[in-house]
Every structure is written in C-alpha cells, then in structure tokens.
C-alpha cells in the first residue's frame, strides 16, 4: 500500500480539497484507497458522510494513531492511503510525515502562503521524507503562478507540473459530497485532477 500526505501549515491551502478529489480520481483509476483524516476539524470525515457512494473509504483518526490505522488498512488490502492534516504542530506533524512514503504540500500563489511554506519544509526535511509541491486554487494564467514555482524551486523538491486552477467546482463538490470528475466529468477542474494523479502515481512507482 502506498501512502501520501497532504501537508501545510496554513488553513486553507487546499489540503483537503487535494485530498479528497485524489482520492477519487484513484478510486475511479482501479485503487482500492482509503481517505485518513487527522485533522480535528473532520473537513474529509463530514465530505465522506455526505456522499452516497461507499468508496473511497474515508477513516477518522487521532495522528498518534495513524500507524494503526494504516496498517489495519494494509491489512484490508487497501492499494494507497491518503492522509489529509490539520496544521498540526510537531510532534504529530512529524509523526505523519514519517509514516508516508511522499509529502505533498498545496502552496496558493499568494504571499501569505510562499511565507507559510518553511515550516513544512522543516518539517519534511528534518523527518528525511520525499516531498513535492503542488500548486493550489490558482487564479486562471496569473503571472503569479510562474513565479511561484521559481521560489519553490530553491526549496529543494519537485513541484507537480499540473497546477490545479481556482474553480467554482471545486468548492461545490466538496460541499455536495462529491468530486469534480463525478458530476463533470469532461470539465476542466476533472482534467487538472486526473493529471495530478497520474503525476503523483508515476513519483509513488
Ligand atoms: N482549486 C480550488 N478552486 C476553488 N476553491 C478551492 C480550491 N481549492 C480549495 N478551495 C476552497 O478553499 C477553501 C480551503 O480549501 P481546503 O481544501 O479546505 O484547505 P485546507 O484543507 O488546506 O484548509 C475551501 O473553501 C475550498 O473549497
Ligand atoms: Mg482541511
């Protein structure tokens, strides 16, 4: 089973939108996945009781109790885990961050979130795990997005080539209990997604 992380220390940045949308597109590409939601807030846990299909199975947990929850998963046969986080402070940030075999940090093109970005860095690097960044809600052929990725770069990880745009579909399907590629399938917001995944399955081989 492999396993991914959506890390950053900043609300907001897309983590569990990432999360969730991947989780689907995985879903749909033949993974047996399971969503494992750490964070108190329960964003992935309240998105997982919403919709009305049964996959991907989406757990609850404390992040002191993530190896448990992985290895049970394992033992389900599950084929990846995806686990969505809180801001959480070490040592839980870096418990989870351990346990995964690829970090992936959702950085907006803002200030606000380049200026967030160290503290998962830190995190990451002194943990010793791969990560890589993935650009977040966009705006449409910013110059900002270009930038972003040069200031990324000094960073020292990868930066997924597919960006993911800021979409009104996002938000509703987060909010409906859905992913963007099960009510538009052909749309742009499933493209990006699809795309990532096929990105971020070729960097967990
Ligand atoms: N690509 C996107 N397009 C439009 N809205 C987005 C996108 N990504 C995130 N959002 C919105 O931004 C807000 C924060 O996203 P969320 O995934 O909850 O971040 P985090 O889990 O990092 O706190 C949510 O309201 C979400 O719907
Ligand atoms: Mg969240």
Partial sequence: MKKIAFLSQKGGSGKTTLAVHTAVAATEAGERVVVIDTDPQKSATV????????????ATTAATDLDRVLDAASHERMTLAIVDTAPHATPDATRIVRSVDLVLIPVRPTAFDIAAVGSAV?????????????????????????????????YGFLTSPVEII???AFARAIATGRAVTEFDSDGKAATEIRALWAWLKEQIQ
């Fill in 166 to 168: 800021d979409r009104r």
């Fill in 47 to 58: 998105w997982g009781e919403t919709r009305s299909q049964d996959t991907p199975i989406v």
């Fill in 122 to 154: 830190d995190i990451v690097k002194a943990a010793g795990v791969r990560a890589a960044f993935v650009l977040s809600a966009c705006p449409f052929r910013s110059p900002e997005i270009a930038e972003t990725r040069i200031i990324m770069a000094d």
